[in-house]
């Protein structure tokens, strides 16, 4: 790395990196779980994004209050008196068989949601055909109404089919609609409550739900106060555990009314002002677009004056009349503040949950790396008992070799020496000078001499029965023996020691996530781990025992053929050397023989000289020493498989560490959702 990219590094490190800060808010709770579940070193799946997603849609979400009620109870008609607007269709009939959203817009048109997927936007006066069962509208799943008032800005209306229309589909429908939703306004006929088909109704669909529940007591206006009262007083003796209030009303004198509200009214002129430029400019006549805007705007002002100038009081004595306030206050008071404390604890509740859910993704992956661990540690307390096993026997089974050769040695030195003969020589010794004989004379005298007989000696060593070489084949066929064990001994501890890793790697190498919102990368680079578990882990420890093989192999082979190809050898220049000593004394015999003594070879200077020329002292060190060849091997190789143990353990830990870091961030981001902190994943 240059000294300008570690400056870089060191300057974004110190000037450009920055740790968020997140408030107590529900979005902060919410922004602080996807700065981490959704940072890049977490490998995040689209379906986490995707979660996460929808729960920031949620926050943001207004709340949702489900109209419901038996068949023709005028829930249409109510949320048209709720909406000041009559744009959903009304009539005796069930014409509601599907859920309608009735949602925020900026402009009013209806959205379309097939069951197969498709998504189409109409004009709000084609919504008949999309809502009356009555017409084929079976490959629709939902409608969603959007609407520019106001109020909608805060509360999603569902218009919900209804209990007991008569079709299971429309009952089943808006059973999963009330579980969703904030609140329910139960609608019904003021004459019709308390029947006991109504009953059975609300106990068999909104027996838990009255903590968000309001009864609205519809048609007030066709029965005296007494009469209104009463029922009142009825439903909330009857039916007091279902809802946490009851309220009459009149929807059609509340729609009748919509117009009390002059500010509502001005909004509605705006918007049929601004829909008509809208329509002017779709029809491309810009020649007349001018003209059109200006007697379209003085239309509108004309409007607006006529509007402010309206006497709005009877219309505001049916809205009172009407009662509608009440249920908007009901809404605002009571379902908007639950709304969001249990959206809240939901959606807080929802986030722990996803945390939890990926923190039991790394804690898996703790596991296994743990199991791996576990493998290694105990094939690092087999192997050094195997091997002070393995070294004890096959220490002990070299020293027998050794011995061998020493026997064959023996048995050679044996040979040779019942093979020294006497041999008769002669010297010329100087006879005394006489009185009158100056001349020197000399005679001739016999001694005798050991000489080994080498050609009798080979042929009963090497040629007649060829003892001494079926005892070298014979001690060669039991080095290879022990060499193949000890070779075959390392194999089958190693062998043991990849089966269980290969074991472990078995449901590794194809596991997958079972939770949606896991990681996909994080599973595929466990898979890739698992599979390349051979290079990460078991490498090493094959490399060593293949490199102890050939170790091994190399010095069996050299004790080997050091003998089994020498002794012949060995046996000639031991036999020459000793020759050649007999023959030395005996020339300084035949020159001093007062001085010099004839050589004759013992029984132990003859093994000595087969020692040595059997290079016995080096095959005392590689086989019969404290130290021997594979005593040093065994040593070394355990040793070295501790070294890689430690890097392996090490290797892996560094693994599970990351993990560990995620978990820690995760567990802190859950316990801690209700404070302010500041939080990074550390670049390590």
Not at 237 to 265: C, H, T, W
Not at 342 to 366: D, G, P, R, V
Not at 417 to 428: I, L
Not at 581 to 595: A, G, H, M, V, W
Request: net charge negative; aromatic share 10%; hydrophobic share 35%.
């Amino acid at each position: 790395m240059s000294i300008f990219d570690k400056f870089v590094i060191s300057y974004k490190e110190k000037y450009l990196s920055s740790t968020p800060t997140f408030d107590k808010s529900l979005i902060g709770s919410l922004e602080k779980a996807r700065y981490l579940l959704l940072d890049d070193k977490l490998s995040p799946s689209i379906q986490l994004v995707h979660a996460l997603d929808k729960l920031k849609i949620r926050v943001k979400e207004p709340m949702k209050v489900a109209i419901t009620g038996q068949f023709s109870s005028g829930k249409s008609t109510f949320l048209n008196a709720l909406l000041a607007k009559s744009i959903l269709p009304t009539g005796i009939t069930p014409v509601t068989s599907k859920v309608n959203y009735i949602r925020y817009g900026d402009e009013l048109k209806i959205r379309v949601k097939y069951k197969d997927g498709r998504d189409e936007y109409h004009d709000i006066e084609s919504i008949n055909k999309f809502t009356d069962q009555r017409i084929g509208v079976e490959d629709i799943d939902y409608l969603i109404l959007y609407s520019p008032l106001n109020m909608l800005k805060d509360i999603v209306f569902v218009d919900t089919p209804g209990l007991n229309s008569g079709a299971n589909s429309d009952t089943q429908t808006t059973i999963k609609v009330l579980k969703e939703v904030d609140g329910i306004i139960w609608l019904t006929l003021i004459d019709n409550a308390g029947k006991m088909s109504e009953a059975d109704v609300l106990e068999q669909y909104l027996s838990q739900y009255k903590n968000k529940s309001l009864c609205v007591l519809n048609q007030k206006d066709k029965f005296s106060e007494e009469e209104i009262q009463q029922s009142v007083s009825y439903v909330k003796e009857a039916f007091g555990k279902y809802f946490s209030e009851v309220v009459p009303i009149s929807a059609r004198e509340a729609l009748r009314s919509r117009s009390s509200d002059k500010n509502a009214l001005m909004e509605e002129a705006l918007e049929e002002f601004l829909g008509s430029i809208d329509s002017k400019l779709h029809e491309n006549m810009q020649s007349s677009y001018i003209g059109f805007l200006e007697d379209g705007y003085k239309q509108y002002e004309r409007k607006l004056n006529s509007i402010r100038e309206m006497d709005l009081r009877e219309n505001l004595k049916l809205a009172k009349q009407s009662n509608i306030q009440k249920v908007i206050d009901f809404i605002k008071d009571e379902i908007q503040p639950r709304a969001i404390e249990a959206k809240e604890f939901s959606i807080k509740k929802e986030i722990k949950n996803i945390c939890q859910k990926i923190i039991a993704q790394y804690e898996l992956f703790l596991r296994i790396y743990d199991e791996l661990i576990a493998e290694i540690e105990r094939f690092d307390s087999v192997v050094k008992e195997e091997f002070a096993e393995a070294k004890n026997t096959f220490s002990k089974d070299l020293k027998d070799a050794y011995h061998n050769i020493e026997h064959i040695i023996e048995t050679i030195a044996t040979e040779i020496y019942a093979h020294v003969e006497e041999e008769t020589k002669y010297r010329f010794a100087q006879e005394k000078k006489k009185l009158f004989n100056h001349d020197d004379t000399y005679k001739k005298v016999e001694y005798k001499c050991a000489k080994i007989n080498a050609d009798s000696a080979y042929k009963t060593l090497f040629y007649d029965d060829d003892l001494v070489g079926k005892m070298f084949k014979r001690y060669a066929k039991g080095i290879v023996e022990i060499e193949e064990r000890v070779n075959t001994k390392n194999k089958e501890i190693y062998d043991k020691f990849e089966e269980k890793i290969f074991r472990w790697q078995s449901p590794y190498s194809i596991i997958r996530k079972k939770e949606e919102i896991h990681s996909d990368i994080e599973f595929a680079n466990i898979r890739k781990f698992a599979a390349r578990v051979y290079e990460h882990i078991l490498k090493p420890y094959h490399d060593e025992v293949s490199h102890s093989s050939s170790l091994v192999s190399s010095n069996f082979t050299h004790i080997r053929s050091s003998v089994k190809f020498n002794y012949h050898n060995a046996t000639e220049a031991c036999i020459s050397f000793l020759n050649n000593k007999i023959d030395s004394f005996s020339k300084l015999y035949e020159e001093n023989p007062t001085r010099f003594s004839l050589y004759n070879p013992s029984l132990a200077e003859i093994k000595q000289k087969l020692t040595e020329s059997f290079y016995m002292y080096e095959l005392n060190n590689l086989m019969s020493s404290n130290r021997t060849f594979l005593s040093n091997d065994y040593d070394r190789l355990t040793a070295k498989f501790e070294e890689i143990k430690n890097q392996k353990i090490d290797f892996v830990n560094q693994r599970k560490n990351r993990h560990k870091k995620i978990i820690k961030l995760l567990e802190e981001c859950t316990d801690s959702l209700e404070n302010t902190e500041e939080i990074s994943i550390n670049n390590e």
